[in-house]
């Protein structure tokens, strides 16, 4: 592996190590741990610019492991042009934010899940970017969603609707890119992101092309807020400023812009693409120019501009010739260092004026004159005025609306309309200094905020005004970014004088019209009052709440106190599919083994007693002890066929079953009401006995009635010699299906996070409610301590032993669990270090470290590799993080059901 190489693998592997030590950071240096992390990202990114080096030179840099070899898809990783533009923006403006943050955030607060969101989110945004998978891609596209939604959540329960909204709109997005990515595959019949734009003509001429670029353009529009999915940007500035600065400003909502540029590749030009791209972004720019102006909130004002700006990027890209695509690219870049700029002095201004209303704000220049400066440099790069770097990227902008030739006509109306939405952008810009820092000065107590707080907003505000007249440096980075998105193109010098132009004519009367709005407030606002607003909260929520509704009336049914309405739907259907499945197969043939011997016959008539005895039973104890009654006989049926894994694992879950119920079931020792002795119940008894035959009919139709299928008989060959394990169960389990027992292990970390925030805790001492008056509850605790060793040690064996005879992972967690259990019982408590969070945490760790050690060998993800003399397995490995996953989620069930009021889970 070459040294680019290394470090394209290196520095998101460095990203993720860094995301996961953040927490002993904070804990360490509080909020000082934002300029270690600030530094962190400096460093990588410095590592980064010099493996781009070849990229620069038309030379991308690729690894790639093989991931799912039967699908195609790979770990790959690429760095070229377009992917180094936003990686530096990712770091650099990431750098600026977290050292901006070691400042704005308080002394004495606990920041630890801020920064850990902020770096994490960081790494998936360094993913998305080089990702030189499709399917690698999606995942990433999807971190992003989650980490921003969580990032808006950090601010408290009023950042709960926004939050929502946020995911729902971007994961509309996300399920577009997954089906894109889908028939995407199937067009260019690869993953490989690199041979899919190769494989430009044969995805253009595939039926399926036309539905990708609708799909591409969905997925793209919801991330980067555009109309109509504007709304839930403005909602989600209730995020603390770091985290508008670093998602809202400069990195998520870039994340659709990015697709777009990549995609360019195969669909720029195409009428079809140009014209979506075109209307949605310029109606987007100066719808939200227009909101952004009649804002007096100035994080709102910004949320309104981002999405105004963002408009006019879309559009660029749409109009897809090479000037406009350059401009895209420059202006992008250009909007991350003003924007975020801007955000943090916002950011400064409320935390040392108490407000962000332009309407309370006046004169602050004399009082801070720093922070004034550096706004109207911020600003005025915004509005577009030279020589911020600002004026260079708007300027390319109207060069290539000038140019649009979607329709005859088009680069005239194209060119109009960028120029009225850029007007409104001078507007509000200059507004946002003239508002807040002119005028009489109403608070006089204030005083400039110290350096530190002021250094990363001025550092972003110098670069801008740097880069305006040496925006040639820029040109090696801009140019191979632009050939990126479009391979085929020779891409314009950027330089900061045109000459007299058609661009200069339009940034002329752009400025001459935004000063006129600009002197003309008072008016301005009026007819501004008088428009409606650029709306959409509404609209979703009341969606979202007729969907909660809809939801509801299905489910009415199923919230009955009388089991019989729960249960009428799912008995019919099984019995229905029961008949259908007798009718539809031939003659019933001999069962393998189900009927066979007095033994089996002795087991159907106590499981048929167990059943009766269950179904009159009046006391919920008894209900529930018929019913792990019945657990435990079908546990014997299983002995009796052969499937002692399948035992040993219902044995054991029975028995938890019953501890959780001791736990549950604290309230009255009977049911509040006995079922009718009318049609009722015999309506019940009918449907009871029509299902039964149902079922007894579909097992006796569809069992013993053919050989083992091909899988079996693959695994019953090769398990033991492929993987040295006679256990088939569990090597089926760890060494050939890990990939859903992963999925399936995913599962168990959902169900232990929702019943932690259901139950969630809070002071207080365990309570065992009337087990402990129980007569035997001074048994209990000698009980515990004698069997808690005996237990554990059969844990340990049971788990060794896994891989060739009954016994593995989950069986031996819930012998573990058992134990858990009965501590729970014996009101003694747990070890410290038995806590179901970290269990969990450490288990996806383990299954994870187990694939990724394959992926590391060269291997698919998961493949079991064997260290030198056959042992340990990595399969080892795998199954040790599927016990230490279930035995977390069963300390979490204890712990909750059990009555310990505790915040940590």
């Known amino acids: ?210 539905a990708v670029a609708a799909l591409l353009i969905l997925s793209a529009v919801t991330k980067s807020a555009q109309f109509p999915f504007h709304f839930w940007l403005p909602g989600a500035m ?97 909007h991350a260092l003003f924007k975020a700029t801007l955000f943090m002095l916002v950011g400064v201004i409320d935390q040392e004026a108490g407000s962000r209303d332009i309407r309370t704000l006046s004169g602050l220049r004399r009082v801070m004159p720093v922070t004034a400066t550096l706004t109207g440099l911020a600003g005025l790069s915004l509005a577009g005025v030279p020589p911020l770097i600002g004026f260079v990227s708007k300027e390319s902008l109207f060069q290539g609306f000038a140019g649009a030739g979607v329709f005859p006509g088009a680069g005239l109306v194209a060119g109009a309309l960028a120029v009225a939405a ?45 880069l305006g007249p040496a925006v040639s440096l820029l040109h090696p980075l801009m140019r191979r970014a632009v050939l990126d998105a479009e391979p085929w193109g020779t891409p314009p010098s950027f330089v900061f004088w045109h000459g007299l132009s058609p661009e200069l004519a339009m940034s002329a009367v752009t400025m001459a019209l935004g000063v006129s709005l600009l002197l003309a407030r008072g008016r301005t606002d009026v007819a501004l009052r008088r428009l409606p607003r650029l709306g959409g909260t509404v609209t979703f929520d009341r969606t979202y709440r007729g969907l909660l509704d809809l939801g509801g009336f299905v489910g009415r049914l199923d919230l009955r106190a009388a089991p019989g309405p729960y249960l009428v739907r799912p008995v019919l259907g099984l019995a229905a599919l029961g008949g259908a499945a007798f009718a539809l197969t031939d003659a019933p043939g001999a069962v393998s083994g189900a009927g066979d011997g007095p033994a089996r016959w002795v087991v159907l008539l106590l499981l048929a007693a167990a059943v009766a005895g269950l179904a009159a039973a009046r006391s919920p104890v008894a209900a529930v002890g018929l019913l792990g009654t019945t657990g435990l006989i079908v546990t014997v049926w299983f002995l009796l066929s052969g499937a002692p894994d399948v035992a040993l694992t219902l044995l054991l879950v029975e028995v938890l079953i019953a501890v959780v119920a001791a736990f549950v079931l604290r309230g009255p020792a009977s049911y509040p009401g006995r079922p009718g002795r009318g049609g009722g119940a015999l309506g019940a008894l009918a449907v009871a006995v029509a299902a039964g035959c149902a079922a007894t009919g579909a097992v006796l139709a569809l069992t013993g009635r053919r050989a083992p ?82 237990v554990a040690v059969l844990s340990g064996y049971l788990f060794l032993r896994g891989h060739n005879e009954p016994g593995g992972g989950f069986i031996a967690a819930l012998t573990a669990g058992a134990a858990v259990a009965l501590a729970q019982l014996a009101g003694t408590p747990l070890p410290r270090w038995l806590r179901g969070g970290p269990l969990l945490a450490a288990g996806l760790l383990l299954a994870l470290a187990a694939g990724l050690a394959a992926t590391l060998a060269g291997r698919p993800f998961l493949t079991p590799l064997t260290a030198p003399g056959g042992w340990p397995r990595t399969a080892l490995l795998f199954d040790a993080g599927v016990y230490a996953l279930v035995l977390g989620l069963t300390v979490v069930v204890v712990r909750r059901l059990g009555g310990v009021r505790s915040a940590s889970w």
Request: proline letters at 6%; glycine letters at 10%.
């Open 1 to 210: 592996m070459t040294l680019p190489e290394a470090t394209l693998v290196g520095v998101p592997a460095a990203m993720g190590v860094l995301a996961a030590a953040t927490p002993w950071l904070v804990r360490r240096l509080r909020r000082d741990a934002g300029y270690v992390l600030a530094a962190a990202f400096v460093t990588l990114a410095v590592a980064l610019g010099l493996a781009a080096r070849a990229p620069l030179a038309d030379e991308p840099v690729t690894v790639s492991w093989r991931w799912m070899p039967s699908l195609g898809v790979s770990l790959a990783l690429r760095l070229d042009g377009l992917a180094w533009l936003f990686c530096l923006l990712v770091l650099a403006v990431g750098a600026l934010v977290l050292s901006y943050s070691a400042r704005y955030l308080s002394e004495d607060g606990r920041h630890g899940r801020v920064y850990t969101l902020l770096t994490a989110f960081g790494t998936a945004m360094l993913g998305l970017v080089l990702a030189g998978d499709l399917v690698l891609l999606f995942v990433f596209w999807e971190l992003t969603t989650i980490l921003s939604f969580l990032l808006i959540g950090t601010t408290g329960p009023q950042a709960a609707r926004p939050a929502v909204r946020a995911l729902l709109v971007t994961a509309l997005g996300g399920l577009a890119l997954l089906v894109a990515v889908v028939l995407l595959t199937i067009a260019a019949g690869t993953t490989d992101v690199a041979a899919v734009l190769d494989a430009r003509e044969e995805v253009l001429a595939s039926p399926l092309g036309p």
């Open 422 to 466: 850029s007007a409104l952008t001078f507007a509000y810009g200059t507004r946002i200094f003239f508002g807040v820092f002119t005028g009489p000065t109403v608070q006089l107590r204030l005083y400039e905020p110290a350096w530190p707080f002021l250094a990363p907003a001025a550092v972003a505000a110098a670069a801008g005004l740097l």
């Open 709 to 790: 299928s091909a899988a079996g008989e693959y695994f019953l060959r090769n398990a033991e010699p492929q993987t040295g394990g006679s256990n088939v169960v569990n090597t089926i389990l760890v060494d050939y299906r890990g990939l859903d027992t992963l999925g399936e292990s995913a599962v168990l970390v959902a169900a232990a996070l929702g019943l932690a925030l259901l139950l969630p805790g809070g002071p207080g001492a365990p309570a065992r409610g009337r087990l402990a008056e129980a007569p035997y509850a001074e048994v209990l605790p000698p009980a515990y301590r004698l069997l808690a060793p005996a």
């Open 238 to 334: 209730v995020a603390i400023t770091p985290v508008s600065a670093y998602l809202h400003a400069a990195t998520m909502v870039k994340a659709g812009v990015y697709l777009l540029l990549r995609f360019s590749a195969v669909y720029a030009g195409q009428p079809g693409w140009s014209l979506a791209l075109l209307s949605v972004g310029l109606v987007t720019a100066v719808l939200g120019a227009l909101q952004a102006l009649r804002e007096y909130d100035l994080k709102a004002l910004l949320a309104y501009s981002t999405v105004s700006q963002l408009g006019l990027l879309v559009a660029a890209i749409g109009v897809g010739t090479t000037a406009a695509l350059a401009a895209a690219v420059l202006h992008t870049f250009a």
